[in-house]
């Protein structure tokens, strides 16, 4: 089955810098990768997502990269905030007509500092 | 607005005695899946629901079970919960058809004394 592997797993970042979180998959078959960010106590809210049609994706300070060569996928926040403080998770899936298995990564902790 | 709704967001219960979580939708999604996720872990699948269809993952304990009435419910019944079962439960949606973004609702916390 598929195997996604995410780092690093915390993350501290000064406000303004950037952030990068890295993610590879095993399976060449998955063609959908979505990232998910999770503040405490709360479930997890979908950010943004990149399908294997493409190889990057923006939404303002927020992008992902994709390599389907090499299988791996990133996340990129800029100009980093306080509140982008939270648990990141990246996913893949092949996606099929009778529901869409995630397979996540083990998360990411971000940590932004004033 | 459309959302996934679970409830209730915190429930305490003991040692053995059942419990229910329930997961409402106003999305008219025709997936639902539910999740457990433990301290600082990603998300396990425990079951989804496409339609009528119930899917069990290899691995969800028989102890966890599903019912789904309609398109806009679906409960968790966890029949003997143990220490162990401790954990967040995450209710999430999606279109289905090959449409495939999974949206979550914000979770119960279950706690077993």
């Known amino acids: 089955g598929e195997n996604v592997e995410q780092h690093p797993s915390t993350l501290s970042v000064q406000e303004g810098d950037s952030a990068v979180i890295k993610c590879t998959y095993s399976?060449?078959?998955?063609?959908?990768f979505p990232w998910y960010k999770q503040e405490l106590g709360k479930g997890p809210q979908l950010i943004i997502d990149?399908?294997?049609?493409?190889g990057e994706k923006k939404d303002q300070r927020i992008a992902v990269t994709l390599n389907k060569t090499a299988k791996h996928f990133s996340l990129h926040i800029t100009e980093t905030q306080p509140e982008d403080s939270a648990v990141y998770f990246c996913a893949a899936s092949k996606g099929n007509n009778a529901g869409n298995m995630l397979t996540f990564g083990g998360g990411t902790r971000l940590m932004v500092k004033p | 607005d459309a959302m996934v709704i679970q409830n209730p967001r915190y429930q305490v219960t003991q040692f053995g005695k059942p419990v229910t979580l329930s997961c409402s939708q106003t999305?008219?999604?025709?997936?639902m899946y539910w999740y457990q996720q433990k301290s600082s872990q990603a998300p396990k699948l425990l079951f989804h629901?496409?339609?009528?269809?119930?899917?069990n993952e290899a691995d969800t304990p028989d102890n966890f079970q599903s019912r789904r009435p309609n398109t806009s419910f679906c409960f968790l019944d966890i029949r003997s919960p143990g220490l162990g079962d401790a954990a967040m439960y995450l209710c999430?949606?999606?279109?289905?058809?090959?449409?495939?973004?999974?949206?979550f609702g914000p979770g119960t916390r279950l706690t077993v004394l």
């Open positions: 990149i399908r294997s049609n493409v």
């Open positions: 629901y496409y339609d009528k269809d119930f899917n």
């Open positions: 999430a949606t999606s279109p289905g058809g090959g449409r495939d973004t999974q949206y």
């Open positions: 999305l008219n999604h025709n997936v």
């Open positions: 399976d060449s078959a998955s063609n959908y």
